[in-house]
């Protein structure tokens, strides 16, 4: 049966984030531990998106945008602008620092703000690996438009496309977009699936699934999605986790010691500083 999840809502100073996993109903879909629907927001002039330096270890994260600009900086050195369309994959391995802020000019002019951003665990052998950053322009994405159907596949392979984002397992990650009427038969091609319905009303088997919800769909099981209105949709999972992991503010790893190791390293500054942004950071949450 499939299961239909209702995000936790946090509002960061007049920006809704919405929380879909992990939560009691699904910890994990495929290797993806964390799933965060941003927006929508509209700044007014003068305003943005202000996620000071903060930790990773343990994950990937991947940040895609319906609408805004963020720019992320991080210890690498890296500095990009990530756009609609676009992929940003963060591989934090054995730690890594980033911030992500609203560049000047969309700020001084005002801007919205509509996108996802998930966490995918690394595999166990994969934990420790070398951080890297790597941004993927929308135009190197693979992209289907048909029938009304609009699919760009963010990471790993979906219907018959395959990023070229580098993935560490099985990975389902596809952007849609359905025009007001359009159907997408969603074939059974990962072990697990979960659909996100952004904005829209829609339809699964016949079923109505509320806008800003979670559906976790059936093992094995070939599904029908049908947009009522315009649609903006994330499909995401693969293939199951290879153990369980741990998560702690910001870091995921398949060891309790690890994360403690990750925490005392925040601490007395082992992750380095961030060129450009080095001036004030997220604080260790109190233990």
Same mark, same amino acid.
């Given at each position: ?22 939560? $009691?109903?699904?910890?994990? +879909? ?28 343990? &994950? ?15 210890? &690498? ?33 005002? !801007?919205?703000?509509?996108? #996802?951003?998930?966490? +995918? ?11 890297? *950053?790597?941004?993927?322009?929308? @135009? ?18 979906? *219907? ?11 990975? *389902? ?10 159907? $997408? ?12 319905? &952004?904005?829209?009303?829609?339809? +699964? ?7 800003? !919800? ?18 903006? @949709? #994330? ?10 992991? !741990? ?25 380095? $500083? ?14």
């Amino acid at each position: 049966m499939t299961t239909l999840i209702v995000p936790r809502s946090h509002d960061l100073g007049g920006f809704q984030v919405r929380r879909a996993v992990p939560s $009691l109903q699904a910890r994990s +879909v495929g290797p993806f531990v964390f799933v965060d629907h941003m927006g929508p927001a509209l700044f007014e002039p003068g305003r943005g998106i202000d996620v000071r330096p903060h930790p990773h270890i343990g &994950l990937a994260t991947v940040t895609y945008l319906w609408a805004g600009a963020l720019r992320h900086r991080d210890t &690498l050195g890296s500095v990009q602008d990530i756009l609609p369309g676009d992929v940003n994959w963060m591989t934090a391995g054995r730690g890594i620092a980033h911030s992500e802020r609203t560049p000047p000019d969309p700020r001084a002019a005002g !801007h919205a703000v509509h996108g #996802m951003q998930t966490w +995918v665990a690394l595999p166990k052998p994969d934990e420790e690996v070398a951080p890297s *950053f790597h941004h993927h322009p929308a @135009a190197s994405l693979p992209l289907r438009d048909h029938a009304g159907a609009r699919l760009r596949v963010i990471a790993g392979r979906g *219907f018959g496309m395959e990023s070229p984002v580098r993935v560490f397992a099985d990975t *389902f990650n596809v952007a849609v977009d359905l025009d007001a009427g359009a159907e $997408l038969a969603i074939a059974a091609e990962a072990p697990e699936r979960a659909l996100y319905v &952004l904005e829209g009303r829609a339809q +699964v088997d016949g079923a109505d699934i509320p806008e800003k !919800h979670l559906l976790v769909l059936d093992r094995g099981v070939r599904h029908v999605l049908c947009a009522s209105t315009p649609l903006k @949709a #994330m499909l995401f999972g693969g293939e199951p986790l290879d153990a369980p992991r !741990h998560m702690w503010w910001n870091f995921v790893s398949s060891s309790k010691e690890r994360l403690e190791q990750a925490k005392a390293d925040w601490d007395n500054g082992a992750f380095g $500083l961030i060129p450009g942004d080095d001036v004030e950071r997220i604080p260790l949450p109190e233990r």
